[in-house]
Every structure is written in structure tokens, then in C-alpha cells.
């Protein structure tokens, strides 16, 4: 099956009347619409950084339980640079 690429809206668009938006979740494997092509393992401390332009999900598979402690949860941070 061929997957949307994210630069062609009329793919996209076609492949949702095809298949339906998804569910709301985290993604966390290939969908009629995407294929997952890297993961990065969740570790303390790390940072990755991507292009803002790139289509991303956090990992994390249906099993994987968050805390609401603000001490103990996932801390995101979305976070714009710019090489002027």
C-alpha cells in the first residue's frame, strides 16, 4: 500500500476519504495513511530535534501508562529556532 507523502496535500486528502482520519492516540506503528520510518527510544535527559516542517509523534505504545504528577509525567517542550 502506498502511504501519503507529507509534501502532497491531494495525497493526503485522498487517502483520508479513502481510509477515514484516524483515531486521536499516539501513533505508535505504521497507519493506512503513514509509515513510520525511525523511533527513537524514550531516555532521562534526551533532547531530539527535527525540522518543523517534519510530521512527528511521541512514542508511545498503547501499554505505556503516563503520570498526571507533574514530578513523575512527561515534559515536553516545543521550542522554535530560527538561522537568520
Known sequence: MRRAS?????ELEAGVQAHG???ASYIAG???????IAVQPARFDR???YAGNTLHCAYL???V???SDPLAGRLTLN???FDD
Open 61 to 63: 505504545p498503547p501499554e
Open 79 to 81: 521550542l522554535f529556532l
Open 6 to 10: 507529507i509534501d502532497s496535500g491531494a
Open 21 to 23: 482520519m484516524p483515531e
Open 65 to 67: 501508562v503516563l503520570s
Open 47 to 49: 533532547a531530539l530535534i
Open 30 to 36: 505504521d497507519t493506512a495513511l503513514y509509515e513510520r
